[in-house]
Structures are given as C-alpha cells and as structure tokens.
C-alpha cells in the first residue's frame, strides 16, 4: 500500500460526505491507498452518512473526543503505507490534487512533510504555510490586534509566509494539518503526533521536529483544496479558540524552554489572546474568512 489517507471526523455534518466523495474524483490509484475515517465521539449523522454512501471505507473511532493527534496516531499506527495524507473532513480536495502530490514526494526524496494551495469556499487563497512561531511574530498572526490595525505590516507578511512566490513550489517551515502528506519514514525518525496538543499546532510542532532531523518541508501550488474552514464549530466558537491558545503554549513550552518568569508572561499574552478573540468574535472569520487573499 502506497497511500492512507486519514480523516478525523467530529460533527461534520455532510461535509465528511462531500470529503470522500472529493477523494473518489482522484483518479489512478485506488489500488495504492486505504481510506481511514476515525471519529471522535460524533453525536450528528456524519459518520452513518459516510458509512452508507462509502462501505469500502475503513472506520475507527471511541465514544469521546480524544483529540486530533491521538485519532491521527490510532490511525497511522494501524497502516503500513508509505505515505500518509491527513485531511480535514470539511476539506474537499480538487481532482489530481492526490496525484500530484504523491508524484512530487516520489520525487524530491527529502521530502518529508508536503502542504498544497488551500482556498476558502469563494475561491480567495488562504495562507496555510507559516513560519515556525515565536514570541514575537504570534502577535501578527492572520486574525491579530496587530494585523486589524496595520494589515500590511511586515511582520504578519513574513509569519504568514506572504512573501513567497506562490507561482513555484516552496521550502516553508510548516503546513497546517488540514491538507498534509506525510513520508512514513521521516515520522518513523522523529515520531507520531504529539498528544499534548489536543487541537491545533500538532503541525506545527510535527514540522519542527521534522525540520530538525534534516527533513524538508514543502508547499505545492498545483495541490489544490477547498476548506470549510471549520464548519463543525458554529455552535461553540470558545473551545476552538481555547485550544489555539493553548497549543501555542505548549509550542513554546516544549521548543523553546522558556524560564519561569516568561512561562508566566505567555500565560498572560496567552490569555489576553484568548479573550481578545472571543470577545470580538473573530473567531466566526477564522473559520470562514470568506474576504481575504494573501495576494491581496
């Protein structure tokens, strides 16, 4: 087997669906991949959608919410493939985009994380490769303070990775989960998915220690992908943001080992973070920020 494909799904209404029905447009290779849907506890019909309209589907899953990472883990510790694609299940990925993406890691054999274009449901790119965050450069982060009032300050064009040629393949720092092809032999030398994180930045942090044991990272224009960016967190918009700010406590935690008197300080930014996005609702846009392009 040359391909899994791992889906995580939690609530997603019909865009699990629309998911597996995107993937069977690829065509070409279906003798080289499985499919794995492993659900967190759904309590919608996603997951008896998914059954009925695609048997041929491998399901996994628990009766509660494990977190992304451990579901991801459970998944790829039960395959043998090459590689491993992990997607969103509210991503909808254009035909050929597998294809491309397979041929570019057979090909560029220092490979070991590979990312691709991801647009919103208007059709406006959304900036999906970043730079690996620190203390300062969180602060100008796509949905900041900072980026509302000076929207083309330098510092969010670098994190965010706005100044890439988007016309070319690139080496970038990190991917974001929800469009990631993975070579097993690179997770082989650094290990699965860290389960600290619950929710966001286990890419991140997946990417760095990818990028220190000498594997490459890359973003592939011609991949392309539709996100609805998530759809299955309308109805609670506070634990989302709650486990953003979290991960990127941990992020720095674990990477860079921070004293006493800075974990306190994060503990502080983290929190007027958090409390910053839920009291301006922003995050409704990250979620679907139907009016941005990076180039823009």
């Not at 609530?11 to 492993?38: Q, R």
């Not at 011609?222 to 967190?233: D, L, P, Q, S, V």
Request: aromatic share 14%; proline share 4%.
């Amino acid at each position: 087997m040359q391909l899994s494909i791992v889906i995580v799904n939690y609530n997603s209404g019909d865009y699990l669906k629309n998911c597996l029905e995107s993937i069977s447009k690829n065509k070409g290779f279906k003798d080289k991949i499985n499919i794995t849907v492993y659900d967190n506890g759904s309590t919608d019909n996603s997951l008896a959608f998914a059954r009925k309209f695609f048997p041929e589907v491998q399901y996994m899953g628990n009766h509660t919410n494990l977190g992304f990472a451990q579901a991801v883990n459970n998944v790829i510790k039960s395959t043998k493939s090459e590689y491993i694609l992990i997607l969103n299940p509210d991503v909808v990925v254009f035909p050929m985009t597998i294809n491309l993406m397979l041929k570019f890691m057979t090909e560029n054999h220092n490979c070991g994380i590979l990312g691709g274009e991801i647009l919103n449901p208007s059709g406006f790119q959304q900036p999906t490769c970043r730079r690996f965050p620190n203390y300062f450069n969180v602060s100008f982060g796509r949905r900041s303070l900072a980026r509302r009032i000076f929207p083309e300050n330098v510092f969010s064009h670098q994190y965010l990775c706005l100044d890439l040629d988007y016309e070319k393949p690139q080496k970038v720092d990190f991917v974001e989960g929800s469009l990631m092809m993975i070579r097993r032999k690179a997770l082989e030398q650094v290990g699965l998915f860290d389960e600290d994180f619950f929710l966001y930045l286990e890419d991140a942090d997946i990417c760095y220690r990818i990028n220190k044991s000498g594997w490459d990272t890359w973003w592939l224009p011609e991949a392309y992908a539709i996100h609805y960016r998530g759809e299955n967190f309308r109805k609670d918009n506070i634990h989302p943001a709650m486990h953003h700010s979290k991960g990127f406590y941990t992020f720095f935690l674990k990477h860079y080992k921070p004293p006493t008197a800075v974990r306190i300080l994060l503990k502080l930014l983290m929190t007027i973070r958090l409390i910053y996005v839920i009291s301006t609702e922003s995050i409704k846009e990250v979620f679907c920020d139907i009016n941005f392009s990076p180039r823009n």
